[in-house]
């Protein structure tokens, strides 16, 4: 089961929290896989750019026969840091943006993890509508010797 960090917009949360932001706190394999793109998806420009600086490293330390290893040790080295600490520097951007940790909640999917967080959450109380004239009236084609409920319906004091 995963656990997802919940974070609200600078400014407070918006009527239908479309903009509450769920971020999974743990692996995550588009990081390992693509680190580099995944880091400017997630706007943490720094962090790209020192992750392509050390691919390029360890691609051009790749090509020469004696320093093979080291290669592949900084690439695995940036897609393993990527995968485990990235989503903790997308966290930590945000909140540097003004974002608010609402809470943490543990699921074993993001629809889950959604699902749980907002059924606990009370919808706001509707404001006030005024109760004037509530009563129905009645049909302006009754005559006034028909005063009860017609063809056995209930009338509005509930009776028969």
Do not use: C
């Not at 080291?70 to 897609?79: K, P, S, Y």
């Not at 995968?83 to 074993?108: I, Q």
């Amino acid at each position: 089961m995963a656990s997802y960090l919940i974070l609200t917009p600078p400014g407070g949360t918006d009527k239908d929290q479309v903009r509450t932001r769920f971020i999974r706190d743990g692996f995550s394999w588009m990081a390992f896989l693509f680190p580099t793109l995944w880091m400017l998806f997630h706007r943490l420009w720094l962090q790209a750019i020192a992750a392509f600086l050390l691919e390029g490293i360890g691609w051009e330390l790749i090509r020469r026969p004696e320093l093979f290893a080291a290669g592949v040790a900084i690439l695995l080295g940036v897609r393993i840091l990527a995968a485990l600490e990235g989503s903790h520097a997308a966290y930590r951007n945000l909140v540097a943006g003004g974002w608010r940790m609402e809470g943490l909640v543990s699921a074993p999917n993001l629809a889950a993890a959604e699902e749980i967080h907002f059924s606990e959450i009370q919808p706001k109380a509707e404001e006030n509508i005024p109760s004037d004239n509530w009563d129905i009236p009645s049909h302006p084609n009754n005559s006034s010797s028909q005063s009860g409920p017609s063809f056995g319906l209930p009338g509005y004091d509930g009776g028969r």
